[in-house]
Each structure stands twice: as C-alpha cells, then as structure tokens.
C-alpha cells in the first residue's frame, strides 16, 4: 500500500471574507489555491462552539427532547444541546441545556465525545457529555421554545433511526457512541 498524499500541502486557503455575520455564525466566502494554481471558492461556516449530553436515567433509557426546527420545517427528536454562554464551559452549558429543555438534572456528568458535526463546510464542535443519576426539576424554557422530553431504550433508539424517525446527526452519533461503550463493557 502507498501512503496517500497530504491534501493540505496541495490547497491553500489565501483568504476569507465574511459575507454575514449573525449571533453565533458567520457566513464567509474562502479563496482556495489548488494544486495546479487555479483559484476556487468555498462556502463556509464558522459556528461557535456547542455543548449537549446523552442524559440516561436508571433503567438505561435515553432522555431526548422533540421539538419543532425550523431549518427542516418539522419535529426532531435530539438529545438536549445549544450554545455555550459566555463565562461556561462546555460541561455547564450541556448541564445547564439539560435542565432548561427536560426538567432533568444531572448528578454525574462525564464527557463522552467531541464531533463536528458538517465537516464539508462548518466548524462546529460539539462537546456531547454522559449525563447519569437523573432527578426531576422543571423546564426552563426560552419564549420561543416549546420543547417535548421523551425516554427510549436502546432498541427503540435504534429502531427510531433505522426507520428514519430520527436524523439528527450529533444524536445518532453521540448515542451510537454511549450504546457502543455499553457493549464494549458487558464483553469485558
């Protein structure tokens, strides 16, 4: 087998500008330099980073949330994440994310994985903590939320995706990943 070669000594970035600016993302318009010298344009986003947790209650039944985007016009079913506030770290914010859209709080929370999550053309992180020993609180939701909490099992998650029921790709990956270790631990 021959070693692939380094993209990144082939293409170069020579410049971005920043075609609009929101709250938490930019929208930018990158200068690429090719390996043959032609110059190219990419799309691309910067997004600050995000926190969310895979909260699981006693009986290892996932706690996830379903609630209306905007971006895709329906109901999601995710599990519970949003932006870090200023002064947060990324494990206060998914606490705190948590709380605000179950009602449920944490008495351990550990981390579990960092993705990113459309890596073609956005650098979101997201820092996704396991959430464990749940007790029950309130909701405190925004004005404009309105925000459904749900329990499934591992099977019925897994079943959920393999019938397109949910799509969400920071849940499907943060999950898959908590269910991975769980087996992982029981052939130990």
Same mark, same amino acid.
């Given at each position: 087998?021959?070693?692939?070669?380094?993209?990144?000594?082939?293409?170069?970035?020579?410049?971005?500008?920043?075609?609009? !600016?929101?709250?938490?993302?930019?929208?930018?318009?990158?200068?690429? !330099?090719?390996?043959?010298g032609r110059?190219?344009?990419?799309?691309?986003?910067?997004?600050?980073?995000?926190a969310a947790?895979?909260?699981?209650?006693?009986?290892?039944?996932?706690?996830?949330?379903?609630?209306?985007?905007?971006?895709?016009?329906?109901?999601?079913?995710?599990?519970?994440?949003?932006?870090?506030?200023?002064?947060?770290?990324?494990?206060?914010?998914?606490?705190?994310?948590?709380?605000?859209?179950?009602?449920?709080?944490?008495?351990?929370i550990t981390?579990?994985?960092?993705?990113?999550?459309?890596?073609?053309?956005?650098?979101?992180?997201?820092?996704?903590?396991?959430?464990?020993?749940?007790?029950?609180?309130? !909701?405190?939701?925004?004005?404009?939320?309105?925000?459904?909490?749900?329990?499934?099992?591992?099977?019925?998650?897994?079943?959920?995706?393999?019938?397109?029921?949910? !799509?969400?790709?920071?849940?499907?990956?943060?999950?898959?990943?908590?269910?991975?270790?769980?087996?992982?631990?029981?052939?130990?």
């Open positions: 087998m021959t070693a692939a070669k380094d993209p990144k000594q082939h293409i170069r970035r020579t410049g971005r500008e920043v075609v609009y !600016q929101g709250s938490i993302l930019k929208f930018c318009k990158d200068t690429i !330099q090719t390996p043959d110059t190219e344009y990419y799309d691309f986003i910067d997004h600050s980073r995000a947790c895979v909260a699981v209650n006693n009986e290892g039944k996932i706690l996830l949330v379903r609630q209306y985007r905007e971006a895709i016009d329906r109901i999601a079913t995710e599990i519970p994440a949003g932006g870090i506030n200023k002064g947060e770290t990324s494990m206060q914010a998914a606490a705190r994310e948590l709380e605000e859209e179950t009602g449920y709080r944490a008495r351990s981390p579990l994985l960092s993705e990113i999550t459309a890596i073609a053309y956005c650098n979101e992180v997201v820092d996704v903590f396991l959430a464990q020993d749940l007790e029950k609180t309130s !909701q405190h939701l925004d004005p404009d939320e309105s925000i459904a909490p749900l329990f499934l099992s591992p099977e019925e998650f897994i079943r959920e995706v393999s019938e397109g029921n949910i !799509q969400d790709s920071k849940t499907i990956a943060a999950v898959t990943t908590w269910i991975a270790r769980q087996l992982a631990e029981i052939r130990q």
